[in-house]
Nanobody
Framework: EVRLAESGGGLVQTGGSLRLSCAFS????????IGWFRQAPGKEREGASC???????YYPDSVKGRFTISSDSDKNTVYLQMDNLRPEDTAVYYC??????????????????????????WGKGTPVTVSS
């Protein structure tokens, strides 16, 4: 069973920074996809940033240049560095992950769109509030 534990959320002013951490364990296979999704009140959940074991990353246009995802395999932790935060970044941020399985005709771990991959495991979420 894959386990995910988020930390690092909180209250910050516009223009400030936060770093979210997601400690993970339990992966059986070598390749996996892991990342951050966020859900603001009254809005659908969206991918904020994801990364694969080969280092492929994804950022939506709304966070490009402000968010950076990274993975530390020694610590089994994925980080989301969020800079120049805006009130519209306010949301609950969830760490999510899935082991990657190669399917005939499907993408490889190097070509898969990280945040589009079906995530099987989810953390409990950590709230981020950006005040104006």
């Amino acid at each position: 069973e894959v386990r995910l534990a988020e930390s690092g959320g909180g209250l910050v002013q516009t223009g400030g920074s936060l770093r979210l951490s997601c400690a993970f364990s339990g992966f059986t296979f070598a390749d996996y996809v892991i990342g951050w999704f966020r859900q603001a009140p009254g809005k659908e959940r969206e991918g904020a940033s994801c990364i694969t074991t080969t280092g492929t990353t994804y950022y939506p246009d709304s966070v490009k240049g402000r968010f950076t995802i990274s993975s530390d395999s020694d610590k089994n932790t994925v980080y989301l560095q969020m800079d120049n935060l805006r009130p519209e970044d306010t949301a609950v941020y969830y760490c999510a992950a899935s082991e990657f399985f190669l399917v005939r005709g499907g993408p490889t771990i190097s070509t898969v769109a990280p945040c589009s991959y079906k995530m099987d495991w989810w953390g409990k979420g950590t709230p981020v509030t950006v005040s104006s």
